[in-house]
């Protein structure tokens, strides 16, 4: 489980093909301490297994599906990514919950300057698959970021960004056309289930108190 607060950009310095999977390396200035192998790690909100642990670097092997179903089919070598180690149960929860399950992925249609404003418009394209569990004010994760969607047009989305996260993100060095990894807040899929269930549970409550005589 993540929180989406990065906490430093990687480099992909390498991507080779082994067998049916893919190994990428990814270089960090910083690497946390705490990363063994074995240890799981949030690669631009992908959650990976690391392997071939450096003192600037960490390797992780990507599953045919991993490979199709996220933005690493479209990167390349030099691509920079959010690192995120998992959320610490004593720690702090700072953005909303992240599983690292990518459920589409989506375009950069823009990152433009507010007027007279130091903050950021995002725009980006997302999938129906993500649009049907977005909503205004709620959260979503890209690229492993938490963000708040402060305006959604169909599947435009619009997310006002802070310098800090365009600072501390790979977001600023994205350009439009780029594909991004999404990922649907984990609550509204539960709500979504809940609710599929509830007409059958409802008429069963309903019919049982007319039995009862109410």
């Known amino acids: 489980m993540f929180t989406g607060i990065i906490e430093e950009v990687g480099k992909i310095t390498k991507i080779e093909q082994r067998g049916e999977n893919r190994r990428i390396t990814v270089e960090a200035a910083q690497p946390p301490k705490e990363l ?101 004010k709620g959260s979503i994760c890209i690229e492993g970021v938490s963000l708040t969607v402060a305006r959604l047009e169909g599947d435009r989305c619009t997310i006002a960004v802070i310098p800090h996260t365009v600072e501390m993100t790979n977001l600023g060095s994205l350009k439009p056309g780029d594909s991004i990894n999404l990922e649907a807040d984990v609550i509204a899929k539960y709500v979504e289930k809940m609710m599929r269930a509830a007409p059958a549970q409802t008429a069963l409550t309903v019919e049982e108190l007319v039995r009862q005589g109410f």
Request: aromatic share 8%; charged share 25%; glycine share 8%.
């Open 36 to 136: 063994a192998t074995g240890h799981s790690v949030a690669v631009s909100g992908v959650c990976l297994t690391a392997v071939d642990i450096k003192q600037k670097s960490f390797s992780a092997d990507l599953a045919p599906e991993t490979w199709t179903r996220t933005s690493f089919s479209r990167v390349r070598e030099g691509a920079l990514v959010n690192l995120e180690l998992p959320m610490k149960a004593d720690g702090r929860f700072g953005g909303h919950f992240v599983q690292g399950h990518v459920d589409g992925i989506g375009k950069l249609l823009d990152l433009e300057r507010i007027a007279d404003s130091e903050n950021w418009w995002l725009h980006i394209e997302i999938p129906p698959e993500i649009e049907k569990y977005t909503v205004f």
